[in-house]
């Protein structure tokens, strides 16, 4: 069962700048319905709703969507474990990194003479969303059906494989860290520059805990300790006694 978690709470009463620094991922709901989180932030959401002649209750019901559940759940088996890493994380940083390249985009241009804008960021982020991608993808079509199946002596090298890209990526979260103030807009920064590092660090928190989730739950319960058993991956050595 998944643990009760106290989420955010998303009130119409709430100026739309607030919602867009608070809750990452909202910035790109607001602009695709054209509503003004920028020099119209302080203007309430139900009254930005209003003005533009649009129901409330669908974007509540879009913005509650895009909260993030944090807590550890139990799996009845590891192809549940598999489902929920690809639904609650997969998915979830296809759809992040986009936006929060676009959005470093713009500030860089925006902000190019700000002395602390973070130039070059949008090529990271760029790069890192190529690695990752990549990642997913190896994960995807080789690593998780073989784990689906009960594994095989063979799944050594692929988890040995992600292990090694799980290092990779925290290192690029440490760059990505000191390239923006551990993920802290100066305090002159515009609502798209909190939103951005909001984002960011939404994405650097949800990246850790996908990592965890594989390293720590899902990939030992395939990995055999050939130490303590004098077990190979070309079979026992005890097998011919």
Same mark, same amino acid.
């Given at each position: ?7 955010? *709470? ?10 867009? !620094? @608070? ?5 790109? !709901? ?12 302080? $203007? *309430? ?47 979830? #940083? ?21 002395? /602390?804008?973070?130039?070059?960021? *949008? ?11 990549? #990642? ?27 292990? *090694? ?6 290192? $690029?979260?440490?760059?990505?860290? @000191?390239?923006? /103030?551990?993920?802290? @807009?100066?305090?002159?920064?515009? $609502? ?41 991956? /070309? ?7």
């Amino acid at each position: 069962m998944l643990a009760q978690q106290t989420a955010m *709470s998303i009130d119409a009463t709430q100026p739309i700048g607030q919602i867009a !620094v @608070a809750l990452p991922g909202a910035i790109a !709901v607001f602009r695709r319905l054209k509503l003004d989180y920028c020099c119209g932030g302080q $203007t *309430s959401l139900q009254q930005a709703a209003q003005e533009k002649a649009l129901a409330l209750a669908p974007i509540l019901a879009e913005l509650a969507a895009l909260q993030r559940r944090d807590d550890t759940p139990e799996f009845a088996s590891a192809g549940a474990l598999i489902d929920h890493i690809l639904e609650r994380y997969h998915d979830v #940083h296809r759809a992040q990194l986009p936006e929060l390249i676009e959005m470093a985009k713009r500030v860089e241009s925006v902000h190019r003479g700000h002395a /602390n804008v973070p130039v070059g960021l *949008s090529v990271l982020l760029i790069q890192m969303q190529g690695e990752l991608l990549d #990642h997913m993808k190896k994960e995807e079509l080789i690593l998780f059906p073989m784990l689906r199946t009960g594994g095989n002596p063979y799944a050594a090298n692929p988890i040995g494989m992600m292990r *090694s890209e799980h290092v990779e990526h925290g290192a $690029t979260l440490e760059y990505l860290a @000191a390239k923006t /103030n551990d993920m802290n @807009a100066p305090h002159d920064a515009c $609502t798209t520059w909190q939103a951005l590092y909001a984002g960011l660090r939404q994405l650097r928190e949800d990246l850790i805990n996908h990592i965890h989730l594989e390293n720590n739950i899902l990939f030992p319960q395939f990995e055999i300790d050939t130490a303590s058993t004098g077990c190979g991956p /070309n079979g026992c050595a005890c097998s011919g006694m």
